[in-house]
Nanobody, 124 residues
Framework: AVQLVESGGGSVQAGGSLNLSCAASEPLPWYYCMGWFRQAPGKEREGVARTTADGDRLYVDSVKGRFTLSKDKVKNTLFLQMNSLRPEDASMYYC??????????????????WGQGTQVTVSS
């Protein structure tokens, strides 16, 4: 089965940056979209950003203007560049994939393939 492996997490002070990577072990089906979710202790998993079927990128309001998705098609890797990090961004960040026509950033359950996560800590 295809595996997703996240990397790039770490500790950063408020205002700093991190670049997360999500590497797929093999190319995903052409009809799949990929996204990032995060979950802090004691909180529900929430969507961060995802690709769309037409090649656009969708961000939740809390990260819009600070986080940016990009892709390396050759290496089957999705990136999440995170700038101007805030303490409330601290979470375990998960990469996920699912058929584009069922992807809903507000509903993690719509994503069927998940990585194991990478930890992001932001100190104030």
């Amino acid at each position: 089965a295809v595996q997703l492996v996240e990397s790039g997490g770490g500790s950063v002070q408020a205002g700093g940056s991190l670049n997360l990577s999500c590497a797929a072990s093999e190319p995903l089906p052409w009809y799949y979209c990929m996204g990032w979710f995060r979950q802090a202790p004691g909180k529900e998993r929430e969507g961060v950003a995802r690709t769309t079927a037409d090649g656009d990128r969708l961000y939740v309001d809390s990260v819009k203007g600070r986080f940016t998705l990009s892709k390396d098609k050759v290496k089957n890797t999705l990136f999440l560049q995170m700038n101007s990090l805030r303490p409330e961004d601290a979470s375990m960040y998960y990469c996920a994939a699912t058929p584009c026509n069922q992807a809903n950033i507000k509903r993690p359950e719509t994503f069927t393939l998940w990585g194991q996560g990478t930890q992001v800590t932001v100190s104030s």
